[in-house]
Structures are given as structure tokens and as C-alpha cells.
């Protein structure tokens, strides 16, 4: 290369990385601004400095979510310290008020199971566990194009619900991308693949607490409350019904799609070269059995499920399935996100906006099952444009200030809706692995959106309020 070209490159990437920062910066101070007027004309109202307050981060963050003028990790983290300087001090509200429990979201039960999960999840890919998941499926359920369809979904879905979605998606797409090339871009098939694998990864994270980030939200958000839900207590409504729209997708995608009439050769699926410890490997499936076992059998022994996180933290490292390195990959800003939407919800709820927001919800011309299903559907709509953690983050303070048995069963029904967004390539991080290929164009997403859209929320509502009448 010349150094004209050197300078060229350099100074192309100067301009991009300068725009970017203007764009960002940009962003930033408008969505300030923006919550600014908003928060002006909502003074109005007379609520007192807190409320208004709240009311402020609230919507700025809403905004920065939104336009991720800063990564949604960074807006977790400025809640938090926003919080602590608002009450911890005397700048802008006058009496100052305990700030620990803002502070304290960073070790809350919920962060402790997600991290549990999370070292499960790398376990399991550091000795290729996944991928004899995936060579498990093709000896069970053979080379019939609907019945591997099938099965693929099935065994994403149940491995989201211990991995992390994206994790699973990942490893799903890259054992059966030299088919999908193979078949090529116009193969209904391949079609069905790269749309039900990311699906199956997304809605099987229903299932369980670590399964997806706002079912570990509604939980730790109804811990705050004094309602604790168990995570066996969580699998008798997500499981099944993580797994009956899962199948109920992969019905939709064998009529839409016609995958019956598909020719395939998984001869050309490529076997893994990798050596694996067969003690490492070992260490990781009875800890994964330990683990999920504790977790599922809480109301016999009593220990919570956040101290049973500790069982993959000490058996991984001390086995050596995971060292100090592996332990910087995991997505750690995942967990700060979810701190500063914890911390944002408490807000709400003490400083008294939740419930004053609520009681003008309730006070609308409609049945009280009418607002718990539009939570629903917002919140899948929310979550098709935003981060799903981020919608939970703001609905499901809300949800919780309904009236008995709605202010339990809609911060489910939330945490469901949320999972269900897979309208667009950049809706769930499945979706965009899955586009990143080149293999799909963006409009065959709007066949899973469109589906989970309306399936999703239904049948969430009908299901979580028939688990908390008879359960909970």
C-alpha cells in the first residue's frame, strides 16, 4: 500500500469515527433536552422535586435506549449514578434520602443467577457440549427435511433456556451454514433454517429465569415486593409454553414454506476437529445437573437459587473449564444493564410516579384484563425497536402496581411479550446472527414477527393468568 493510500484509509477512518462521536454526542443532548421540556410541562402536575425527578431519568433513558446514543450497558450505569447523586445529595432535591438500595441492585439475587448462567452457558462451549447437541439432533430425527426442521428448533429452544440465546444461535447457524449454502439463498428451506433457528433461540429463553434477561427482571422486580417465584415455580408456565409456540412456529413454517418437498445431503455438515478433556467435559455435564438441579428443587432444600449460582463459579474454574480469560468474555455489560434497570424500577416505585401513573391507566374507560393485555402488546412492540431488556426495564415496574392477581401475572406476561420480538434483523441479537450471514433477506423476518406479534402476547396472557390463579 502507498502512503497517499495509508493517509487515505487513515483519514476516511478519522472522518468515520468522527462523525460517529458527533452523532452520539448529538443524540445525547437532544434526548436531554427533549426529557428536559417534557419534564417542564410535567411539573405542572405538582407531584414534588422526587417524582419530577424520577420522571426526568426516566424519560432520558427511555430516549437513550431508543437511539443508543450511548450502549444500553452505559444507560444502566448513569441510572445508578444519576440516582445516587439525585437523593444522595442536596443539589436538586433538598432532603436527601438512603441511596443503598440503588447501589445494592449491582448484588442483587437476579445478577447473581444470570451470572450463574452465564458460566454454564461458556462451560458448555468450551467443550463443545453444543455442538454434540447439535450432532445429537440429526442422529435422533434423521435427514426428513420437517422432522429435522423440527428438530433443530427444538433442541435451540431447550438449549437457550440454559445458554444465552445468542450463544446458542450462534452455534446452531454455524453447524448448518455449508447446508444452507448449499441449498442457497433462495431455498425455502434455508429460509425456514436461518428464520426458526433465531425464533427458537429467542421464545426457548421463556422457559427459565436465566433463560432470557426480562424473566430474571420480572423476578428480581417481584422479589422487591415480597413475592418470590421460584424457578421451578417459573418453569410450570414458561417450558410448556416456550416450547408450544416454538412448535407451533415450526408448524407455520413447514405449511408457509413447503420444507417437505426439500432434497438434503448432511454429508456435507462439518464434524468438529477440536481435542476436548473428556474429564473437562465431564466436569461440565454434572455440574450443568447439579445446578439445574438445585435451581428446580428450591422448595424442597430452601437454598436460593442465587447461592446455588456459586456451584458453576466454583466447579468451572476449579476443574478448569474456565480461566481468568474466559471470564473477561462474559457479557458482563449485560448484567450492568440489568442493575440500572432494577435500580430504575425501585425509583419508580418509591418515589410514588409508578403508582401515579397506574392509577391513571386504571382510571381509563376499560376493563382492568384490557390494560394487562395492552402491557402485553406494548411490550412486544416496544421490544421489536429497542432492546427487550430495555422495554422490560421500563414496563415492568409499572405492571407491578396493578391490582392482585394482575401486578403478579402481567410482570410475567411483560417478560414473555418482550422475548417475542423477531420482526426485524436488529430486533433480538438471533435475528442479526442470522442476517450477518447474507443468506436472508430483512422482509423474511416480518413471517416470524408478524406471528409472534399476535401468538406471542395471547398466549402469554392466557397462560400466566391461569398459572397465577392456580400456583402462585
Known sequence: ????????????????????????????????????????????????????????L??????????????????????????????????????????????????????????????????????????????????????????LLMGLMLVTAIASMVMSNTATTAMMISSILPLIKLLGKTSNYSKALLVGIPAAASVGGIGTIIGSTPNAIAVGALQEQG????????????????????????????????????QLDLSLLPQSDAEIDPMKRKAVIVTLIVTVGLWVTEPLHGIPVAA????????????????????????????????????LGIALVDVGLAD??????????????????????????????????????????????????????????????CSCSLLLPVSTPPNAIAYATGMIDQKEFRTGGIFFIFAGPISAFAAVMAWVWLYV
Not at 4 to 25: C, G, H, I, M, P
Not at 101 to 113: F, P
Not at 237 to 260: I, Q
Open 1 to 56: 500500500m502507498s502512503t497517499s493510500d495509508s493517509r487515505y484509509a487513515a483519514e476516511k477512518w478519522y472522518r468515520k469515527v468522527k462523525l460517529q462521536w458527533l452523532f452520539n454526542t448529538s443524540s445525547f443532548i437532544g434526548n436531554f433536552v427533549i426529557a428536559l421540556i417534557i419534564t417542564y410541562f410535567f411539573r405542572q402536575l405538582g407531584y414534588g422535586t422526587p417524582v419530577d425527578y424520577v420522571f426526568f
Open 58 to 147: 426516566g424519560i432520558l433513558s427511555i430516549g437513550l435506549w431508543v437511539t443508543e446514543a450511548i450502549p444500553p450497558f452505559a444507560v444502566g450505569i448513569f441510572i445508578i449514578i444519576m440516582l445516587v447523586f439525585g437523593f444522595g445529595t442536596d443539589y436538586i432535591i433538598s432532603e436527601t434520602a438512603p441511596v443503598d438500595v440503588y447501589v445494592e441492585t449491582w448484588t442483587s439475587n437476579v445478577i447473581w443467577l444470570l451470572l450463574g448462567g452465564f458460566f454454564l452457558a461458556q462451560g458448555m462451549k468450551e467443550v463443545e457440549l453444543d455442538r454434540w447437541l447439535f450432532r445429537f439432533t440429526i442422529r435422533k430425527f434423521g435427514g426428513q427435511p420437517e422432522k
Open 227 to 262: 413475592i418470590h417465584i421460584t424457578f421451578i415455580d417459573w418453569m410450570l408456565v414458561g417450558t410448556p409454553l416456550g416450547l408450544l409456540l416454538v412448535f407451533l412456529f415450526y408448524k407455520y413454517l413447514s405449511s408457509k414454506l413447503k420444507v417437505k418437498d426439500t
Open 308 to 343: 446455588t449460582s456459586a456451584v458453576p463459579i466454583l466447579f468451572l474454574t476449579l476443574t478448569q473449564v474456565i480461566n481468568s480469560e474466559q471470564v473477561r468474555s462474559l457479557p458482563w455489560d449485560t448484567l450492568m444493564l440489568v442493575a440500572g434497570g432494577l435500580a
Open 356 to 417: 401515579i401513573i397506574m392509577n391513571k391507566i386504571n382510571n381509563l374507560p376499560v376493563a382492568i384484563a384490557v390494560v394487562a393485555f395492552l402491557f402485553s402488546m406494548i411490550a412486544v412492540l416496544l421490544s421489536n425497536v429497542m432492546s427487550n431488556t430495555a422495554a422490560a426495564s421500563i414496563l415492568i415496574p409499572l405492571a407491578i402496581t396493578l391490582p392482585s392477581p394482575f401486578g403478579i401475572a402481567v410482570p410475567v406476561i411483560v417478560a414473555i411479550s
